[in-house]
């Protein structure tokens, strides 16, 4: 009920409070790499590349620290007695009349 509204209202201000420093923090980083980059091309070359190996780095080594498996053969991890993979699954899902479609204008 209303005692609800309460606690959506703290979550409104907080995700507001949190929202404007992220938007802060993100012009202040823009503002000193313009600052400190400047005209220097080589060096926004090794700046790119130092944020893609961080960025690489991080998605790639993410899956190490997680507890995700494999679903077991005899499991029905898509759904109610289902055991296909993803792919046969999103087959199956395709409309008929779409996959007649796309054989026929190919």
């Keep these: 009920g209303y005692s609800d509204f309460g606690w959506l209202v703290v979550i409104g201000i907080v995700g507001g409070i949190v929202g404007s420093l992220y938007t802060r923090?993100?012009?202040?980083?823009?503002?000193?790499?313009?600052?400190?980059?400047?005209?220097?091309?080589?060096?926004?070359?090794?700046?790119?590349?130092?944020?893609?190996?961080?960025?690489?780095?991080?998605?790639?080594?993410?899956?190490?620290?997680?507890?995700?498996?494999?679903?077991?053969p005899e499991s029905s991890c898509y759904g109610e007695g289902t055991n296909a993979t993803a792919t046969d699954r999103m087959l199956q899902e395709l409309p008929a009349t779409s996959r007649g479609r796309r054989l026929a204008g190919a």
């Design 25 to 72: 923090a993100v012009i202040f980083g823009v503002s000193s790499r313009i600052r400190l980059l400047g005209g220097r091309p080589r060096l926004k070359v090794l700046d790119a590349l130092l944020w893609s190996t961080i960025a690489f780095c991080t998605f790639y080594w993410a899956g190490a620290f997680s507890d995700c498996t494999a679903c077991p």
